[in-house]
């Protein structure tokens, strides 16, 4: 607590966030707003979110930062939509084929409870628990198989090793319960499959090489003799799907061999001067491995350029010898001016091109020395594809331009969604325990199918950004550490601010986004003023008072005190790449304020930028407020509130 300067222990803290999220995911769409989830949520919240948290995209940082002093984007060339077949061969099985037989799979070797005796059930079973098994059992069926369409959409390879796996540990299974009816055997080591065990982002988790809880059962309590059967047909089926891709060979698969002659002639005709670099990305590791072991010989012995895989779970792999294979040593080798190669590996000459790894470093790596992002497979989550491509999306890049590469599957998008949209991995409890009802799809998840569709079509013709992504809240809009940042980086160059008189003033040009009015920024001494905790900046409050559109109109409140996030985007806006007064602004305050000597108009707006914050009915004047001195304030609405300071403000013309 001490370390993130929190009051409340984190899982506390957690809870009451996921209290204020209920409560406003309840609210009518058109209440659903940023500005009432931060009015739900508490200060300590935000404290433990700028401790751990640093949030920009690329639009965010174009629209608020001064880009000539920090550097550019590099220019997005429109995406590459790549749909190569399954394979070349004649009469080969297609994505409709596998879904039908995927879907008679029962995939009874993951629910073995589902086969207990009634009489025997509760020594395996919380009978307390009252779970309709009939809609667990689709539930869990439509969890597996949404697993194994999405291995056969990443490469045959990563599918075919699956259904290895799978027909093994069923094959095992039943060769278990053929020896306990020989007599020679009756405890079962089981595999147990619950909605836990899936992620509910992308369920991309090795379920198949360790699913689910591990469970001894007796087979004397069970209906052994169903449940074998059911075993059998799942045997059969996935022996021939894998005998239907069995002759699916590198050679002869499409997917690849598009792959490699894309990097051929990334290679070969680069379009940022001799930069050669690839980075390829894929939801699995199965496919890591295969993409190593087919384009790491490929480009070392066609072009003697270098590759590496990194799948987070194993050392990394790379054709460059090396004593150690870490991530970090990876990085820094492909990416070696974002990664300060020269500090960190000075006598070491060697360098990556081609980079090959999963999404564990599809966030918070800079990997900007690269020009080209491949996604092998397209996640089921298109905020991961943004991600992914962000790690060459970076300010400061060198390239003048930068590649998407998207391999979508060869089907018609309607169709790749009505698939997703039967076997949607988000099956909670609710889906879970569902009534069996063969349609899945209820009309709020159909909305949900129509709102991605619109995404997946955007990312197939341009690349999005993630605000674009996200219909709700961004984390973008809750932390304050990037100011915090900021301020600690101008105390570095122009010393403490300790000694800064309050009272100052400054004078902006707005424009669409910040009308006309004025920025106070203010300091109250008392805590009780924050007892619920809202204001992220206490004892600071800051107030954006609009203008009436016409003279005589009454002022209103454009950004009030509990959104300070949002106040603070407008205000560095508007002074950015401004570092002299703006004389013509500045002779039009003075005109209109007889050289400050009548601020009669800023006393009221500042008197209603109070009132906005504390409900205050205070008739006096706070004139006194402009030169910096304290006054005390009195309102019954709130207990004690006592001792405003003004600190600044700044007006917008």
């Not at 209920?22 to 949520?41: A, C, D, I, Q």
């Not at 918070?364 to 089921?380: E, R």
């Not at 988000?426 to 199918?449: C, F, H, W, Y």
């Not at 005390?632 to 609405?637: H, P, R």
Request: glycine share 4%.
């Amino acid at each position: 607590n001490d370390k993130l300067d929190i009051t409340k222990p984190i899982d506390v803290i957690f809870r009451n966030a996921q209290t204020a999220f209920n409560r406003w995911s309840k609210l009518e769409p058109e209440e659903r707003t940023t500005e009432n989830l931060l009015r739900f949520l508490d200060f300590d919240f935000f404290t433990m979110l700028d401790s751990v948290t640093i949030a920009r995209s690329r639009k965010h940082i174009e629209k608020y930062y001064n880009t000539a002093e920090i550097g550019k984007f590099p220019e997005r060339l429109k995406p590459m939509t790549l749909r190569p077949r399954m394979t070349d061969l004649e009469s080969a099985i297609d994505y409709d084929d596998i879904y039908d037989q995927l879907m008679k799979l029962n995939l009874a070797i993951y629910i073995p409870t589902d086969f207990l005796l009634e009489s025997r059930r509760a020594k395996y079973v919380d009978p307390s628990k009252n779970i309709d098994r009939a809609g667990r059992e689709i539930g869990i069926r439509r969890l597996m198989c949404i697993n194994l369409l999405k291995r056969l959409e990443s490469s045959v390879y990563s599918f075919r090793i699956t259904l290895e796996r799978v027909r093994a540990l069923i094959n095992g299974t039943i060769a278990d319960i053929d020896a306990y009816v020989s007599g020679t055997q009756r405890i079962i080591n089981t595999q147990e499959i619950t909605d836990t065990d899936f992620d509910g982002d992308d369920a991309n988790t090795d379920f198949f090489e360790n699913s689910g809880k591990k469970l001894d059962i007796d087979l004397a309590d069970m209906d052994y003799i169903s449940w074998r059967a059911k075993l059998a047909e799942d045997a059969e089926i996935l022996e021939l799907l894998s005998m239907l891709i069995q002759d699916i060979t590198p050679d002869h698969d499409t997917k690849l061999q598009t792959l490699l002659g894309l990097i051929a002639d990334k290679v070969q005709q680069p379009f940022n001067q001799g930069n050669k670099k690839v980075l390829l990305f894929s939801a699995f590791s199965d496919t890591v491995d295969y993409l190593y072991k087919e384009v790491a010989p490929f480009v070392k012995e066609r072009f003697g350029l270098d590759t590496a895989m990194i799948t987070g779970t194993t050392d990394g792999r790379t054709t460059v010898k090396l004593k150690r294979t870490d991530m970090n040593t990876i990085l820094t080798l492909f990416s070696p001016r974002s990664k300060d190669k020269e500090l960190l590996m000075p006598d070491n000459p060697a360098e990556i091109d081609i980079l090959i790894a999963t999404d564990c470093i599809s966030e918070g790596q800079n990997l900007q020395d690269c020009d080209y992002c491949v996604n092998y497979d397209i996640h089921w989550n298109p905020v991961r594809i943004i991600q992914r491509f962000g790690r060459i999306d970076r300010i400061g890049s060198r390239n003048d331009k930068i590649q998407l590469v998207n391999f979508w599957p060869n089907i018609d998008l309607d169709k790749y969604l009505e698939l997703k949209g039967r076997v949607e991995t988000r099956m909670k409890a609710s889906v879970m325990t569902a009534t069996g009802d063969d349609n899945p799809i209820d009309p709020e998840e159909q909305g949900d199918l129509e709102y991605r569709k619109a995404q997946l079509e955007k990312l197939q013709n341009e690349v999005v950004d993630i605000e674009e992504m996200q219909s709700g809240v961004s984390i973008m809009d809750l932390g304050l550490n990037e100011f915090r940042l900021d301020l600690l980086d101008y105390v570095k160059q122009h010393g403490d601010l300790d000694n800064t008189p309050f009272g100052l003033h400054a004078v902006v040009g707005g424009n669409a986004d910040s009308p006309r009015g004025t920025i106070f920024i203010l300091k109250n001494r008392n805590a009780k003023i924050n007892v619920h905790n809202q204001n992220q900046l206490h004892p600071f409050y800051m107030v954006y008072v609009a203008d009436g559109e016409n003279p005589g109109d009454e002022p209103t409140v454009h950004i009030d005190h509990l959104q300070p996030k949002k106040l603070l985007d407008s205000l560095r806006q508007l002074c950015k790449g401004k570092e002299k007064p703006l004389d013509e602004l500045c002779r039009a305050f003075n005109a209109e304020t007889k050289d400050g000597r009548n601020m009669r108009r800023y006393s009221d707006l500042l008197c209603f930028a109070v009132k906005s914050i504390v409900d205050l009915n205070e008739d006096d004047s706070i004139d006194s407020f402009l030169s910096g001195k304290q006054i005390s304030l009195a309102a019954n609405t709130i207990d004690g509130l006592d001792d405003f300071e003004l600190v600044c403000f700044v007006t917008v013309k």
